[in-house]
């Protein structure tokens, strides 16, 4: 049997949609704000509805920067501000082109990038180090009650 080439159906219609490495994702629709770069996998993607796909022009803007930049506690309290929505909070797309991204040197973006990842691995392994201390925390109890 041969292996599944994925999901979609690559046509006109669909190919303008499919991702292509480096593109940010920015979630506009919902209580949970975020954005992420995209990173290209050997199956063909696209994104959902409450996804806006950016595409930087990589020689003027760093996607992993402009994907922290879209994360920054500071970018979030602006969209909250310009965002609306009755039941379901959501950015318009004329909302998000206004918003202005500050374009420092290329090296400063790719700096501040690094950092982002470092942060989320730091994060990443505190939430490692929680979940083994619980794990050993309840091997202790149940020794001492056994």
Do not use: W
Not at 99 to 109: A, G, K, N, V, Y
């Amino acid at each position: 049997m041969a292996e599944p080439e994925g999901y979609i159906n690559i046509d006109k219609k669909t190919a303008p949609h499919l991702l292509t490495d480096g593109d940010v994702l920015f979630v506009g629709k919902g209580s949970r704000l975020f954005s992420t770069c995209f990173v290209e996998s050997d199956l063909p993607a696209v994104a959902s509805s409450v996804f806006f796909v950016l595409r930087p022009d990589k020689t003027v803007v760093d996607s992993e920067y402009l994907a922290a930049i879209l994360n920054a506690p500071q970018s979030k309290a602006t969209f909250r501000q310009i965002g609306g929505g009755t039941s379901i909070f959501s950015i318009r797309t004329s909302e998000l082109a206004a918003f202005e991204i500050p374009l420092p040197p290329m090296e400063q973006q790719k700096r501040i990038a690094a950092l982002t990842r470092l942060h989320r691995l730091d994060i990443d392994m505190m939430h490692q180090l929680i979940a083994q201390k619980q794990n050993l925390y309840t091997a202790i109890i149940s020794k001492l009650i056994n």
